[in-house]
């Protein structure tokens, strides 16, 4: 494993950060004996970043992590990263109230990574309002939290508003090969490190879209170079060609993921990619964006939908089906999405709408999915 420091402190953290919001699944919740052997062998191999929040797993996650840690003893041999998310905080539930059930659930005394939750103009300016920056100054000089950062999804202008309000230590922002020049982007990645402060990358995968089996266009592309890398090589390999991502986070659902990220880690180094390596991976970016219709990651922030709306279910189908020009995705989205979950069931209410952190207009966007497949005239074919 390898290890980059934080501008700031000197502290140095494993380039590869276990993402804690796609865990291991059974009946409907974490896999606890298959999340803890992954965690257990992520950290037996160098992994020391763990990145939770409340919200992930349905609030399963930080109990999870918890418990984990001190079952195994592991507290101190990590650096824990949770977040304060915004949309919990109210008049009648304040930030110290979700910060002490934070603690009690993740079973600790202090945090090594606290963010403010997905950033954005709306939740940053409530933030504020609730005296935010003065509650991370509380926390600093109480030595419950030892590093404040946040995470964003918002524009640019929002992101360096941000960034010159405090004197954070770390950000995270959405960075990957498709995403150059998407909300903080590249952008806002030189605003960062140009004013010391050190970056995280969050959806290195685009939520697993750069991971799975590509089109045969990209094939084509990757094979053309002569490397024998994977496209999980070359997406991860791209986010560590940059010096100021100290470490980006992967959600490892299943072992091989782990294994494969483990394997990459140990072999990615800064500023390592060539001019050729670089032309090909703007020339998949270009293809992907061409053929992808919705650009949905998959994290469900926008779930439950009151109506029983599958939105990251109906937007996987509908990219995979342009993705791969495969009519197969239609009888996938009919088998695993149906008759409760389709996107005509959408009532246009807009509930999901603010809770996206890529600001998709859901409602809208599921008319495609309409368009393309509930409409069919064969969808009551069984």
Known sequence: MKYRKIIKTGEEISILGFGCMRFPQKDGQIDEEKAAKQLKHAIDNGVNYLDTAKPYHGGKSEPFVGKFLKENNLRDKVFLATKLSSWYIKEDYSMQDHFDQQLKELQTDYIDYYLVHALSRNSWDKMKSFGVLEFLDKLLAEGKIKNAGFSFHGNIEVFKEIIDAYDWKFCQ?????????????????????????????????????????????VKKLYKDTGKDWTPVEWALRWVWNFPGIFTLLSGMTEDEHLYENLRIADNAEINSLTVDDLSTI??????????????????????????????????EHLNSKFLYNDDKYYKFYKMFVGDRGKASNCVECGECVPRCPHGINIPEELKKVVAEFDSRPDWEEK
């Open 173 to 217: 922002i959405q960075f990957n090969i498709l995403d150059e020049k998407y909300q903080a982007g590249i952008e806002g990645y030189h605003y960062a490190v140009d004013r010391n402060i050190s970056v995280i990358a969050m959806e290195p995968l685009r939520g697993g879209k750069l991971a799975v089996e590509p089109p045969e266009s």
């Open 282 to 315: 703007k020339k998949v970016a270009d293809t992907y964006k061409n053929l992808q219709q919705v650009g949905c990651t998959g994290c469900m922030y926008c779930l439950p939908c009151p109506y029983g709306v599958s939105i990251p279910s109906c937007f």
